[in-house]
């Protein structure tokens, strides 16, 4: 089957311009094939992962002299656990990436490469879930100063009412008075 591949394969006119461009490129010249690019890719995105995972702890362990209130420290736990599980898979993509080197059958290579792709699918859900629960909270944290100033607005302004009502009620009174 995989001769038979081969054979289309050279058959297509496509192919020999593909094998030209590819054969005249910067990886031809330094010598790299698909299977060494994924290799240093997968390499990179491992450490990429755990430099993540170390900025993440070292994040979470400030956040312990920032937090307040219990609620904002369950929010950093959760926030610290999300990004852990995120580097984690991060660093895990990069082992199958760099896994692919190694593997000579086309069957476990093709199967390789639907998990990465699940993996990274995962990835990206996974982080437009963790931007959206960060984003939800800045928009349900209020903001103190402008809720002080509001009520110190609102004590002043119910002070200058009062105080015009009761200038109202003792002219109205000096003036039943007179009559």
Same mark, same amino acid.
């Given at each position: 089957?995989?001769?038979?591949?081969?054979?289309?394969?050279?058959?297509?006119?496509?192919?020999?311009?593909?094998?030209?461009?590819?054969?005249?490129?910067?990886?031809? *010249? @330094?010598? /790299?094939?698909?299977?060494? =690019?994924? &290799? +240093?890719?997968?390499?990179?995105? !491992?450490? $990429? #992962?755990?430099?993540?995972?170390?900025?993440?702890?070292?994040?979470?362990?400030?956040?312990?002299?920032?937090?307040?209130?219990?609620?904002?420290?369950?929010?950093?736990?959760?926030?610290?656990?999300?990004?852990?599980?995120?580097?984690?898979?991060?660093?895990?993509?990069?082992?199958?990436?760099?896994?692919?080197?190694?593997?000579?059958?086309?069957?476990?290579?093709?199967?390789?490469?639907? *998990? @990465?792709? /699940?993996?990274?699918?995962? =990835?990206? &859900? +996974?982080?437009?879930?963790?931007? !959206?629960? $960060? #984003?939800?909270?800045?928009?349900?944290?209020?903001?103190?100063?402008?809720?002080?100033?509001?009520?110190?607005?609102?004590?002043?302004?119910?002070?200058?009412?009062?105080?015009?009502?009761?200038?109202?009620?003792?002219?109205?009174?000096?003036?039943?008075?007179?009559?």
């Amino acid at each position: 089957m995989v001769e038979a591949v081969a054979e289309v394969m050279t058959l297509v006119p496509f192919n020999c311009r593909l094998c030209d461009i590819v054969s005249h490129s910067a990886l031809a *010249v @330094l010598g /790299l094939n698909g299977n060494v =690019i994924l &290799l +240093l890719m997968g390499i990179s995105c !491992f450490c $990429v #992962g755990v430099l993540l995972m170390f900025h993440h702890r070292r994040e979470w362990e400030a956040s312990f002299e920032r937090a307040v209130d219990a609620r904002t420290r369950k929010f950093e736990d959760r926030k610290f656990r999300r990004r852990a599980v995120l580097a984690t898979m991060i660093s895990s993509a990069g082992c199958v990436m760099a896994s692919t080197y190694w593997l000579v059958d086309p069957r476990r290579w093709a199967t390789m490469m639907g *998990v @990465l792709i /699940l993996m990274l699918l995962g =990835i990206i &859900l +996974l982080a437009f879930l963790d931007l !959206f629960s $960060v #984003g939800l909270r800045e928009i349900t944290k209020g903001n103190e100063t402008a809720h002080q100033e509001m009520v110190q607005k609102y004590l002043e302004l119910r002070e200058k009412k009062q105080r015009e009502q009761a200038a109202m009620e003792s002219s109205t009174d000096e003036s039943n008075e007179e009559k």
